[in-house]
């Protein structure tokens, strides 16, 4: 069970789950911002694959990125998620921060996790 207390977030995400790939409830999850260990617990209990491309061809990474959520990039990093996988437009996680002028994310991917610039 989630340790958020919204009831409606985890309805909304109890039938997102029935009605869509399990990457995507992953997704949504990063895109709303959820607590920490709902993503922990979507990805260690329930093993949704932390690097898995959305319709878009994004990664939870990605999406936590190019909405500048610091917090949200370190949780999925440290479950796993891959820096150079090439997402929508072909960008890696640290592109979008660039794109969308998140500064602190870049920075934090590139001196704490060591991206690299150059990947496609």
């Known amino acids: 069970m989630l340790s958020s207390n919204s009831e409606l ?16 409830v992953l997704h949504t999850a990063v895109a709303l911002d959820l607590p920490d260990e709902d993503i922990e617990y979507l990805i260690n209990t329930l093993k949704m694959d932390v690097n898995e491309w959305d319709l ?5 990474l990605h999406i936590a990125a190019k909405l500048g959520n610091l917090t949200k990039c370190s949780v999925l990093l440290k479950n796993g998620a891959k820096l150079e996988h090439p997402g929508q437009f072909g960008r890696t996680p640290l592109q979008e921060a660039i794109f969308y002028q998140k500064g602190d994310i870049a920075n934090f991917l590139l001196k704490t996790h060591n991206a690299r610039e150059d990947v496609p």
């Open 56 to 60: 878009l061809c994004c990664t939870p």
């Open 9 to 24: 977030v985890s309805q909304y995400l109890s039938l997102l789950s029935t009605r869509a790939s399990a990457n995507e």
